[in-house]
């Protein structure tokens, strides 16, 4: 079995080093340059994503991109960390749910409110990030973790862009937003994933 994550320091790729962690699988990390702010890289020719991006992993020969993507992909393929509800789990639809709503409302929703950007009612797929945090405040206020007692992929997901963002205005932050980013990121798979990559 090969596995290798195609990775960038300090980038979203940085949360696939956390779940990587987690899985207690063997993997290599190829290193790439991106497309950073102020900074002359082009393309890496080293990265097989598409649009030069990162993060992406190499199974076996098969490559997967876009993180919800890949969290699925590997807490799939490794179950045995479980780190994702499987088939047949009643949690594996609100699963599925939390990593789709990951990419497809909780990103753009960061990303507008980061870019300055208004969301038009109604038009865009995605809510204003007051909205989206309303929902996922209440969530938390319920449980400990987006699935309910247990820690899963998608808190990497979530958790690692709420440690990101804690000192930016843009992220309402209530109490147990606050106490889930703490118990979220004081993981030791996060503290092995750190050594990694500043090592
Ligand atoms: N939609 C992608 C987003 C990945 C992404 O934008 N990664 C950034 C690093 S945080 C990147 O590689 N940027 C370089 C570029 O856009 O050229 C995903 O979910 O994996």
Redesign the pocket.
């Known amino acids: 079995m090969t596995l290798t994550l195609i990775h960038?320091p300090r980038?979203?790729?940085s949360s696939f080093l956390w779940l990587l962690e987690e899985l207690e699988v063997p993997y290599d990390i190829r290193l790439v340059t991106?497309?950073?702010q102020g900074s002359e890289d082009g393309?890496d020719p080293a990265n097989p994503?598409p649009?030069?991006?990162?993060?992406v992993i190499l199974h076996d020969g098969v490559m997967v991109?876009?993180?919800?993507?890949?969290s699925l992909y590997l807490t799939d393929a490794f179950p045995a960390a479980g780190m994702g509800p499987q088939i047949g789990d009643p949690k594996r639809g609100p699963y599925l749910t939390w990593l789709a709503y990951y990419?497809g409302v909780a990103?753009p929703s960061f990303m507008s409110a980061f870019l300055k950007t208004d969301v038009p009612r109604g038009t865009a797929g995605w809510v204003k990030v007051e909205e989206m945090m309303a929902h996922i405040n209440k969530t938390l206020e319920a449980n400990d973790y987006i699935l309910g007692e247990r820690f899963s992929a998608v808190d990497i997901l979530y958790a690692g862009t709420f440690a990101l963002f804690m000192q930016n205005p843009i992220l309402p932050k209530s109490a147990a937003l606050k106490e889930y980013v703490q118990r979220c990121t004081s993981r030791p798979a996060l503290a092995r994933a750190t050594a990694k990559e500043n090592g």
């Open positions: 960038s980038t979203r790729s991106i497309r950073r393309l994503h649009h030069g991006k990162v993060p991109h876009e993180q919800t993507a890949i990419s990103e």
